[in-house]
């Protein structure tokens, strides 16, 4: 006896094994009124895409807008995992006892509007639980300090985590699944309300799709991030998203419906160190680094050397572990243009030194700050090790600007209040210039804590290397020890300038001219 199979019967099979086909078989809701009429699931790309990640990644966490369906589509998905793998189990966590049931009933509209063919038996039927005769089966609860404790699930997704008050301890309740191959989904809209929540800092710790999937830098987790903009939608505009946020304060639209992930993360801008409003007209400037041979492998250049002009340059150290970033800047002291910097988070005190010392040579050695701190000891030594001779050196007293005292800028209390005092004015004048995307970065994400009696610092799990060193580069400018650079201790090359190097650093220190790590 011959079986005869229809498209219908091919295409159900298919979108058993295959979620994205699944999709050609969901109807949703048009709103989430109980009466509002069902519709076929939008298939707009960032959905598409949203599907692919979800059917290639167990560990992901999704940054969003409001509004652009992601919330059905893991609706869809939990589903799909349940109906189609035997003794799945399912968990959803959302804010509340409320939202949870919301969530299910959009599991069950699904369902409910599925082809017969695509159906399992159900068994299961309440407020909180959907099963299948299959021993597969959904759970949706409030995101309780418990929740999720005794369960190991296939699948936990945790709905608007950043507004989960017990986030952090679900999160190491479901550390089992996570650990035994399970999939774990944290999606959510940024909650303007927080600026160091667990949510953000998973995000943040996270990798970007497009880099080379690895272990976290602390060991704890290989979870990919994915944002999307308000913009996700083809069917939005401009003239939408000012209708719709007419009523919402600034900090509110930009976390409800951001433009972009330095948005969506940005502390509000009542407690922001910088004007948000400066920093995006500084964000038009940013551009990529120019290509030059012979530098440092972690120097970056936007403008050559030009004799005559004084320059100024700063350093921030780092232990090189991966964690805090280790930055030197170099900028323009009539300007405020930041010309070339090293920027890493690899670089070892040692490599630090090194590499900024070839660097500045670039530039006629113009006055090096180099912050005392910590392991910045270090890269002071080295400097004199390397005889440069143009090292700030703090003055005896403020009634004595010209004195020399001890080599380096130290930072306490006092002097990283001056530091970024004088550096928001700069900024809010734009008298300085910063061409470095990740480097401006970063003044997104740094604050005045109130926590800490308004003390500059970035937001919990973010850096504020780079700014740190811009201000100490802004003080450096204004130092009487700053000069011009000489136009002797140059040579003219077909695209401008280079100098000519005072001591045989290439031959003494090779690993800081190559891609060696040290």
Known sequence: MTTEYTVLDVAQEIARRDFKRFLDFVRVQNTDLDDSPDMEFQKWPHLINAADILSAHRLIVFLKARQIGITWLMAAYALWTALYHPGAVVLILSKGEGEAKVFLRRIKFIYGLLPEGLKVVVSVDSATEFGFDTNAKIQALPATEDAGRSET???????????????????????PTIDGGGQHIMASTSNFET????????????????????????????????????????????EWRDEITADYDEDRRDKEYPENEAQALAPPQAIAAFDHHVLDEMAKDVRPPIKIDGYPVDARVWQRFSPGKKYAAFTDSSHGSGKDYAVTVIGDCATGLIVADIYSQLLEPDALAYQSVKLLEQYDNPLWGIEDNDWGTVVIRRAQDLHYKNLYHRPLSATKPYSRGAVGWHTDERSRFILYGDLRQAISERAITILAEDGLRQFYDTIRNPNKNGRVEAVQGRHDDYPLAVGGFWQMSKNPHARRSRGTSVERIDDGYRIVPSNDLRQQYPRAYTGQRW
């Open 153 to 175: 699930a296939t699948l936990v997704i945790q709905d608007e985590a950043d507004y989960h008050k017990h986030l952090e301890a679900n999160y190491a309740a479901v550390r």
């Open 195 to 238: 600026q160091d929540s667990f949510f953000k800092l998973q995000y943040l710790r996270a990798n970007s799709l497009d880099e080379k999937f690895t272990s976290q830098r602390d060991g704890t987790s290989r979870y990919v991030k994915v944002f999307m903009s308000w913009r996700s939608r083809p069917d939005r505009s401009d």
